[in-house]
């Protein structure tokens, strides 16, 4: 398999502070592990080009995106609550973080990888139509799933986010739409409040929300209880067209932000099941773009496991 990668030194340019857990050296880590890997150097770069306006709007209230970019030009502090902390530079990282999507989606489209992975900051799950939350400027999963189908023409997408903590934006923005299933497993209750296992979608989309709540303490057993019962089943029967990962490595039993125990290999585990369903139903096409993971070590491990069983070079 061809696993595209993509990312960019100028996510480095978002500052967040000394102490703030999403901050540079995540990304610096995470690209030294993979380039120890002899394998690494195989795989396609596929240049990141800055979402545009129109993609981003297709997600994000125009006065919101506004606001964004006057509050970041402005040198303030935060943009809407002090987790989202940003400076000078953000608003520009922060398209660039939302236009790894659409670039990753020409690449495997036009047949020049067969999947990719998007090491990016800052991470988008959280941010919702009209507010910055959580780290999360724009919603980069989102934006990808809208490109996919306005300028590819694929009706049916599927995000599975296996970050710890919910992804409230992404599942907001599509939970009265039938065309985008939103699956997620995360630590409930916590952080942000949402994901209860009785959300489920509204409207037309009902049905096409699932979230699999985990308590502290959970583990590999736990989570591969979940994919087996309960998402693999709603994937092969939704069938979809496309896939996309929000790859939070915050589940990692090391990581200091939340209480879920899964171990290195689960992420392996995991990966490779979702490579099955996009082989089976989405002709191989899975996307994965970067949220969480904050112990730089194990953040670093678990991307090295999840690109290497990706591209076929490890083994789940």
Not at 22 to 30: F, T, Y
Not at 32 to 40: E, I, K
Not at 77 to 102: H, R, W
Not at 284 to 289: A, E, H, K, T
Request: proline fraction near 6%; charge should be negative.
């Amino acid at each position: 398999m061809r696993t595209a990668f993509l990312s960019d030194t100028r996510f480095l340019d978002h500052l967040t502070g000394e102490g703030h857990p999403e901050r540079p050296a995540r990304l610096v880590a995470a690209e030294s592990r993979l380039a120890n890997q002899a394998w690494f150097a195989e795989l396609p770069r596929v240049a990141i080009t800055p979402a545009l306006l129109e993609q981003v709007e297709a997600l994000h209230d125009l006065s919101y995106i506004r606001r964004a970019e006057a509050v970041c030009g402005s040198g303030a502090p935060f943009l809407d609550t002090p987790d989202v902390a940003v400076c000078p530079a953000s608003f520009e990282v922060a398209l660039l973080a939302a236009g790894a999507g659409p670039s990753m989606a020409e690449a495997v489209l036009k047949g020049e990888a067969d999947n990719a992975f998007a090491l990016v900051r800052p991470p988008g799950h959280h941010a919702e139509r009209a507010a910055a939350m959580g780290f999360c400027v724009f919603n980069n999963v989102a934006v990808l799933a809208r490109h996919l189908q306005r300028a590819h023409g694929l009706d049916k997408i599927a995000i599975l986010d296996w970050d710890v903590h919910h992804g409230n934006g992404t599942q907001h923005l599509f939970e009265g739409d039938p065309s985008v299933f939103y699956l997620s497993l995360h630590q409930y209750p916590y952080y942000p409040g949402t994901g209860a296992a009785s959300e489920t979608g509204t409207g037309r989309g009902r049905g096409t929300t699932l979230n699999c709540p985990m308590p502290a303490g959970a583990g590999d057993s736990a989570y591969e209880r979940a994919f087996i019962e309960q998402i693999l089943p709603a994937l092969d029967l939704y069938r979809p067209e496309a896939v996309i990962i929000s790859a939070g490595f915050d589940a990692h039993l090391d990581d200091p932000l939340a209480d879920i125990q899964l171990s290195t290999g689960c992420y392996r585990w995991m990966t490779q099941r979702m490579l099955e369903v996009a082989d089976q139903h989405a002709g191989g096409r899975l996307f994965s773009l970067l949220e969480g993971g904050y112990h730089l070590e194990r953040l670093a491990e678990c991307v090295e496991a999840h690109v290497g069983v990706l591209s076929g070079h490890l083994k789940a």
